[in-house]
């Protein structure tokens, strides 16, 4: 009797999707370019797609796998690997500092649910030094408003976060053809290198998440509307800002300015 591995069905609670395509598979890993020495790290394995490629370029690889279920299957594929660890668990709760401890920054990647994928990349951003870079396989829309600019319609809270915290590139499109099952929008690959130094510090960067959060609370409306609880029209009119600007047309460097006033504000 096989002791083969059943086939493993998508699961839409898990938001899974497989990548099949080995042309797109082999675009990203020539993207991520591993070198010897780097601490992989592949959120959401699933079935291996991108997994053995990764290890054929590194040698070695940890992933980080929710999905019991998927496991044993992973085991069996990559016995020939020694340099192949799974963790079992949720990357939404995994501590990144501690994760990476006394080695060298982490290299992350993973073919992302759309459910967590926001949700996971700021906990990433949050972990600042411990992550080296990370490419990942979003919702196209999602990386659309990660590389927006100002003044565009795409350019949002995440935007704002994302880019004080890491470069941002928009790399390639992935069709909705390139998985099994297919889903119902377009993808594409996205790499997030955090800023070896920032280009804009703020002095208090919860102060920073709550002045963009507000300021977006309410697009078609203006500072002086959506930011009344932290600042005055005066204020803001003393920091060069214009009052009247709507959210979407600010930099980053202008949150920061007003995160830092807010700071440094007497209470």
């Not at 906990?123 to 992550?131: D, H, N, Q, T, V």
Request: aromatic letters at 6%.
């Amino acid at each position: 009797m096989s002791s083969r591995p059943q086939p493993h069905r998508a699961r839409k609670r898990f938001g899974q999707n497989f990548l099949r395509d080995p042309g797109i598979v082999s675009r990203i890993v020539r993207a991520i370019a591993p070198r010897d020495g780097d601490r992989l790290i592949e959120i959401g394995p699933g079935q291996g797609a991108l997994t053995g490629p990764l290890l054929e370029a590194n040698g070695s690889l940890e992933v980080i796998e929710l999905d019991r279920d998927l496991v044993p299957g992973l085991r069996v594929q990559f016995f020939r690997y020694p340099g192949f660890v799974i963790h079992e668990g949720d990357a939404l709760k995994l501590d990144y500092l501690a994760f990476k401890g006394d080695g060298p920054p982490l290299r992350v990647v993973g073919n992302l649910p759309y459910n967590i994928a926001t949700p996971l990349i700021v906990r990433l951003m949050e972990a600042g030094r411990a992550i080296a870079d990370m490419h990942f396989m979003l919702q196209k829309e999602v990386v659309e408003r990660l590389a927006a600019s100002p003044g565009g319609a795409a350019w949002g809270r995440l935007s704002v976060m994302a880019q004080y915290h890491c470069q941002v590139d928009d790399l390639f499109s992935v069709p909705p053809e390139a998985f099994v099952p297919q889903p119902n929008v377009d993808s594409a690959i996205v790499r997030l290198t955090p800023h070896a130094e920032l280009p804009h510090v703020a002095v208090d960067e919860n102060i920073l998440f709550d002045v963009v959060r507000d300021a977006f609370g309410q697009r078609r409306k203006t500072l002086r509307n959506n930011l009344k609880a932290h600042l005055t029209p005066a204020e803001l009119e003393r920091l060069s800002i214009d009052s009247g600007r709507r959210p979407q047309t600010l930099t980053v460097e202008e949150f920061v300015r007003i995160a830092n006033f807010l700071a440094r504000k007497p209470s």
